[in-house]
């Protein structure tokens, strides 16, 4: 088994209960790592034997951009995603986090982690 790692993955989208963040947004950032056997890729060295980090990029961008009140439901879309169509993840991990929030203090970001398995 192996881990693929996207970190840093920097957006601008529409979520929060507040009714500016849907309609100025906030930066994000979103971190995301899956397991899944790397062994046939380490030696093919061929895109078809491994998941492809593009693809995952491509999902992260996609939930991100369709608007939630909170950072769980959109991490939540992010797994069920990666796992209907990257057959080969057994394992996922993702954080999103909200850079700068609106909670009236100062706060760098809060973030979000929810982790699953396939079943």
């Not at 993955?9 to 500016?20: D, P, V, Y």
């Not at 100025?24 to 950032?29: K, P």
């Not at 991490?75 to 986090?97: H, N, P, Y």
């Amino acid at each position: 088994m192996g881990i693929i790692k996207l970190t840093n993955i920097r957006l601008h989208a529409q979520h929060g209960c507040l009714e500016e963040e849907s309609i100025i947004g906030s930066e994000y950032r979103v971190d995301i790592s899956v397991k899944t056997d790397l062994k046939k890729a380490a030696v093919s060295d061929n895109l078809i034997d491994t998941v492809d980090y593009v693809h995952i990029n491509r999902i992260v961008k996609e939930e991100m951009g369709i608007p939630s009140k909170l950072l769980e439901h959109v991490a939540k879309r992010i797994i069920d995603r990666v796992l209907k169509e990257l057959i080969t993840v057994s394992k996922i991990k993702v954080a999103v986090s909200k850079i700068n929030p609106p909670i009236g203090g100062d706060v760098e970001m809060v973030t979000t982690i929810l982790r699953s398995k396939r079943s």
